[in-house]
């Protein structure tokens, strides 16, 4: 893509943020994410994150924003690992209901579906609606596109002439970037970004000043966390390529339905739950997939994490907390 028409750089006659004071025009309408539930506070331009509930809103208050990310809901799921996938669903959005104040945005990093099941995108985005949250954002996980090669999807979120899922877009000072590592996912088994969205993001960031920090967000891994698995991106490491000038890049996914990080250069990588079900630990059973655990013990292997910064530390502390 040589152009620039996943990003809106005219000036509106109206001021195009909403009530939240998140701006339209660039928004990534197809993001989707692959976490269980977190909240994002951006404080001078860099991000830590905290579990939902009362203490998140009193350390989102003191950042400069905050934003939600879940990911890997699997509506239409039927299976041992979670009889009640919607009912786990729902938990993580009552507590982003509860948060005060209400986060800018909420991101969903992919598997809203479970194999595109019949009526799960609408019970998705209504049951999305109950957050109370302005702006609910978009990238699909390889379920999404598993019957139609995304024909679907991208006609409910795609954006631009084009109707692609890859976008970005700039709030209070922070650059957010979505990438589809998915579309060929089901003849490969392994994320694909492709020539064409690589060109658009080499463009995207060139404009860029090296201190400008960036969030990526993808469902697929970026980095090589299992290969045997599929777990990670053919072509990740070019993208990256591009963002290693950068002093703060976050890279934010889902897929894998457990929490692993790493930190590579100026690069924070971080994996997040599933609100459905877990998967096994790399190399830990024969395949992936669902992993059904004890009932009383589902609870605590879906749910959320808290990270938090502290300025002068060159680190951002994790807490992950289950569901419950």
Not at 292 to 318: C, Q, T
């Amino acid at each position: 893509m040589t152009d620039d028409s996943n990003r809106d750089t005219s000036a509106p006659s109206e001021d195009p943020r909403d009530a939240a004071g998140v701006d339209r025009r660039g928004f990534l309408k197809c993001m989707a994410w692959a976490g269980t539930g977190l909240v994002w506070t951006a404080t001078g331009g860099v991000l830590s994150s905290a579990r939902l509930g009362p203490a998140t809103a009193e350390a989102a208050g003191a950042g400069d924003f905050s934003f939600v990310q879940i990911s890997d809901s699997h509506i239409g799921f039927r299976g041992e690992a979670n009889p009640d996938v919607m009912g786990t669903f729902q938990e993580a959005l009552r507590r982003i209901r509860a948060l005060n104040p209400a986060p800018a945005f909420v991101m969903h990093t992919g598997d809203l579906t479970h194999t595109q099941k019949p009526g799960a995108f609408d019970t998705v985005t209504e049951a999305m609606k109950g957050t109370g949250v302005g702006q609910i954002l978009y990238i699909p996980g390889e379920n999404d596109v598993f019957l139609d090669g995304g024909k679907e999807y991208l006609g409910r979120f795609g954006v631009g002439p084009q109707r692609v899922g890859w976008q970005s877009f700039d709030y209070k000072g922070v650059h957010f970037v979505g990438l589809v590592n998915v579309l060929n996912y089901k003849a490969g088994k392994i994320g694909t970004l492709g020539a064409e969205q690589l060109e658009w993001l080499e463009k995207d960031v060139e404009r860029l000043g090296s201190s400008t920090p960036v969030v990526v967000f993808a469902h697929v891994p970026l980095w090589a966390v299992y290969p045997k698995w599929g777990w990670m991106t053919d072509d990740g490491a070019q993208a990256l390529s591009y963002l290693k000038r950068f002093g703060s890049v976050t890279v934010l996914n889902g897929h894998i339905h457990q929490i692993m990080q790493k930190v590579e250069g100026n690069i924070a990588f971080h994996t997040a739950m599933s609100t459905a079900w877990p998967q096994p630990a790399p190399g830990a059973a024969e395949s992936p997939g669902p992993m059904k655990v004890p009932a009383d013990r589902l609870a605590s292997v879906i749910g959320v994490r808290e990270v938090n910064y502290v300025k002068g530390r060159g680190r951002l502390a994790v807490v992950d907390t289950p569901l419950t």
